[in-house]
């Protein structure tokens, strides 16, 4: 099941046509899939638990990006962004279901 996620996943990558990518927007990508591993890590190294481990980490990147934009918003000159939010979001999806789907697996 897993797999054919990842394979539904991927394949919607190819609708997406010449999207302008910022430098902010990477940040906060990259900043979203640390804050995710870091929870991901934590939660399954005390609960052993995969699927709580995955919804913890995917809400904590998610609350991060959120948390930023409404900080930024209340600056002078300065509005929610919620494609920044998004990018956050979406790097921490990535490294949850990453991490989902290879931590745990023994070897025979």
């Known amino acids: 099941?897993?797999?054919i996620i990842s394979i539904?996943?991927?394949s919607?990558?190819?609708v997406c046509n010449a999207q302008f990518i910022t430098v902010e927007d990477k940040m906060h990508l990259a900043s979203g899939a640390l804050i995710s591993a870091a929870t991901y890590t934590l939660v399954y190294?005390?609960?052993k638990n995969k699927k709580k481990a995955f919804w913890y980490?995917?809400?904590t990147s998610t609350l991060?990006?959120?948390l930023k934009e409404v900080y930024d918003s209340s600056k002078d000159n300065n509005r929610f962004d919620s494609k920044e939010a998004i990018a956050t979001t979406i790097g921490g999806f990535t490294v949850s279901l990453t991490l989902e789907i290879?931590?745990?697996k023994k070897k025979k």
Do not use: E, R
């Open 1 to 3: 099941m897993k797999t």
């Open 8 to 10: 539904l996943i991927l």
């Open 12 to 14: 919607f990558t190819g």
């Open 45 to 47: 190294t005390n609960t």
């Open 57 to 59: 980490s995917l809400g």
């Open 64 to 66: 991060a990006g959120i």
């Open 102 to 104: 290879f931590v745990g």
